[in-house]
Nanobody, 118 residues
Framework: QVQLVESGGGLVQPGGSLKLSCIVSGSIISIYHMGWYRQAPGKQRELVAGITTSGSTNYDDSVKGRFTISRDNAKNTVYLQMNSLKPEETAVYYC????????????WGQGTQVTVSS
């Protein structure tokens, strides 16, 4: 059973930083494309950043230059470094894993709350 557990969320002031972590158990993350999504109240879940098995990254335009996604396959962990946070980025942040080899399977973490407020 593959499980994803996020941590690192919390309350931060505008302009501050947080680093989210997602630890995967039940499998090796080297065969998964990984991503971070967020969902604000009343809004749809949206992709924030993704990283492929080969380390290629992609970002939503709104976070480019401020957020960095990375992975440590040895630790079975993916990270999201978030800098210069804005109040409108308050949301629940979810870790996502998509198996890169057949069968294609998707997994989600339970989410971690990030609140950006003074």
């Amino acid at each position: 059973q593959v499980q994803l557990v996020e941590s690192g969320g919390g309350l931060v002031q505008p302009g501050g930083s947080l680093k989210l972590s997602c630890i995967v158990s039940g499998s090796i993350i080297s065969i998964y494309h990984m991503g971070w999504y967020r969902q604000a109240p009343g809004k749809q879940r949206e992709l924030v950043a993704g990283i492929t098995t080969s380390g290629s990254t992609n970002y939503d335009d709104s976070v480019k230059g401020r957020f960095t996604i990375s992975r440590d396959n040895a630790k079975n962990t993916v990270y999201l470094q978030m800098n210069s946070l804005k109040p409108e980025e308050t949301a629940v942040y979810y870790c996502h894993a998509r198996r890169a080899v057949p069968p294609t399977l998707d997994y989600w973490g339970q989410g971690t709350q990030v609140t950006v407020s003074s």
